[in-house]
Nanobody, 123 residues
Framework: QVQLVESGGGLVQAGDSLRLSCAAS????????VGWFRQAPGKGRAFVTA????????YTTDSVNGRFTISRDNDKNTVYLQMIKLKPEDTAVYYC????????????????WGQGTQVTVSS
């Protein structure tokens, strides 16, 4: 069992940076891949980026590639999402999710989810 808690969201201006954290409980967290998804107002949840259990493999959606970076610290049971050059279209609730070993771009393949953290980017 893995429990996930996101933090770090907030209200920022376009061009600003923000770092989200996904803190996990459970001694086996280091064997889980973690993905970040986001849900904008009135839209479905969409894949953003994901990282493998070792941190050696990442996937990132094109719209944030070069601006968002995922990383993990297994000693701290935490995955980070560093976001720079934020745009108003990045406004969404951001969720982290976990699945065994390898990352996936499909939300259906993740077993555990956090409650989400709101990111609002003003123009």
């Amino acid at each position: 069992q893995v429990q996930l808690v996101e933090s770090g969201g907030g209200l920022v201006q376009a061009g600003d940076s923000l770092r989200l954290s996904c803190a996990a409980s459970g001694r086996t967290f280091s064997t889980y891949a973690v993905g970040w998804f986001r849900q904008a107002p009135g839209k479905g949840r969409a894949f953003v980026t994901a990282i493998s259990w070792t941190g050696g493999r990442t996937y990132t959606t094109d719209s944030v590639n070069g601006r968002f970076t995922i990383s993990r610290d297994n000693d701290k049971n935490t995955v980070y999402l560093q976001m720079i050059k934020l745009k108003p279209e990045d406004t969404a609730v951001y969720y982290c999710a976990a699945r065994p070993k390898l990352p996936s771009t499909s939300e259906a393949e993740y077993d555990y989810w956090g409650q989400g953290t709101q990111v609002t980017v003003s123009s």
